[in-house]
Each structure stands twice: as C-alpha cells, then as structure tokens.
C-alpha cells in the first residue's frame, strides 16, 4: 500500500499557472508508475498525465499537453504537475495516482492508490 497526499491547489486567474505536489508514503520503495487526474463536477475522471516508474516515459492528454508538465523525483519519493496557462475550464479536483509498475503507466484502469485531491479554480 502507498498513501498519497495532494498539495498547491487554489485560486488562480486565467492565463495564470499553478504547481501540484503529491507526496508518496507507505511502501513507497516499490516502484510505482505516477498518474494526474482531474474530475469536474458532472463529469468523469479525466487522464491527464503520468510517467513511468523510472521517469523514461511520459504520456499527456491532448486537452493539456504543452501547458501541463509533469515530473518526479523518486529520491523524494514526490511528484509535481506544473501547470501553465490555466484555463477556466481547467477547474476540478486533481488527484494524483499510483499504479504498480508491472502495470501500463498510459492506461486508466492502472491505477490503484489514490490521494484524497486539490482543488484547483481558475477565474476567467
């Protein structure tokens, strides 16, 4: 099992940018493929991004690749999204994520530890 604790949601205005941070604890020495999500009221969980567990490979959705960036630092055992140029529409709950690493870090269903999320607004 590997706990994960959200940080750096808020308010921001459009056009503005935002960092997540997502600390991992638990059994947090096994190698684990780390996921974004995001889920707006009335609507699904989305697959934002995520990276492999030895940070080679990343995937993003095409609502936020080249605003979104993700990155790790397993040392620390935590991972960031840094998010630019926010738009309203990007207002939801972020969640980070964690799938074990003999999973597919690209697909959805992978992943099965959860952190609790951040909100994020953005004002027009």
């Known amino acids: 099992q590997v706990q994960l604790v959200e940080s750096g949601g808020g308010l921001v205005q459009a056009g503005g940018s935002l960092r997540l941070s997502c600390a991992a604890s638990g059994r947090a020495s096994s190698p684990y493929h780390m996921g974004w999500f995001r889920q707006a009221p009335g609507k699904e969980r989305e697959f934002l991004a995520a990276?492999?567990?030895?940070?080679?490979?990343?995937y993003y959705a095409d609502s936020v690749k080249g605003r979104f960036a993700a990155s790790r630092d397993n040392a620390e055992k935590t991972v960031a999204l840094e998010m630019n140029n926010l738009k309203p529409e990007d207002t939801a709950v972020y969640y980070c994520a964690a799938a074990d690493w003999g999973r597919s870090y690209y697909i959805k269903s992978s992943y099965n530890y959860w952190g609790q999320g951040t909100q994020v607004t953005v004002s027009s």
């Open positions: 990276q492999s567990w030895n940070g080679i490979n990343t």
